[in-house]
């Protein structure tokens, strides 16, 4: 079946260590996509990259890292820097359709808890 | 910078019946797309419905339409015989301009009583 998987669903760690978050898809998508959902909030965008070896900080980047080494995945490096690390984090891809529309198709997400 | 605005936190709506969802957003683009999605409990995000800002026809999937009015900036989601499996947070999503981020509303909370 071709979708996105996100591992693993949930997540622990301790405070002061990094933590990476893995995304794999494989629809041949090329754009790919981390956001971070908290309570009472939408989702805002951590990084997105649009081509393999490029990606561009989102609204909230700083303490987060990635890399887009293969057009199939896109790792996300929750480090110790990031204030608040506890959260909600959806990948998500996307290609070009109709009219232009790129939409955009979401992972199953990864619960993260710091303590 | 563009803004999505859902000003109703929680909605509840007897099944069989409509409801219809808000969502304002705030842009100085003139091409753009809009979007629902649903987030059930299971928090798997799923695309409702989309909407491109230079067609003047709504959208409609099914039990699922929207009343786009593009000078007001309005996007409202109507939902027409709710459904027990229509319960769910939607949010409201704008995509515009030479990138191909999305903007999110916060998201309303969609109860559907028996």
């Known amino acids: 079946d071709g979708g996105i998987t996100q591992s693993p669903k949930y997540l622990f760690r301790k405070e002061g260590q990094n933590v990476t978050l893995s995304c794999e898809q494989n629809?041949?998508?090329?754009?790919m996509y981390w956001y971070r959902q908290d309570p009472g909030q939408g989702l805002r965008l951590i990084y997105y990259s649009q081509i393999v070896n490029d990606f561009q900080k989102g609204d909230i980047a700083e303490g987060y890292s990635v890399s887009r080494e293969k057009k199939e995945s896109f790792p996300l490096t929750v480090t110790s820097a990031q204030k608040n690390p506890t959260a909600f984090y959806l990948c998500?891809?996307?290609?070009?359709?109709?009219?232009?529309?790129?939409?955009?198709?979401f992972g199953p997400g990864t619960r993260l808890t710091v303590t | 910078a563009q803004t999505v605005t859902q000003s109703q936190p929680e909605m509840s709506v007897q099944e069989a019946e409509t409801v219809t969802l808000s969502c304002t957003y705030d842009t100085s683009e003139s091409d753009y797309y809009l979007f629902w999605y649903k987030q059930p409990p299971s928090r798997q995000m799923i695309l409702v419905i989309r909407q491109e800002a230079y067609k003047q026809q709504n959208a409609t999937e099914n039990r699922f339409s929207v009343n786009f009015q593009k000078a007001a900036k309005s996007f409202s989601l109507k939902i027409s015989d709710s459904q027990l499996g229509d319960a769910a947070m939607y949010f409201c999503a704008y995509s515009g301009g030479s990138n191909y981020k999305l903007t999110f509303g916060k998201g309303t909370l969609l109860t559907v009583n028996p």
């Open positions: 629809l041949n998508h090329d754009a």
């Open positions: 998500a891809s996307s290609i070009e359709g109709v009219a232009g529309i790129y939409e955009q198709y």
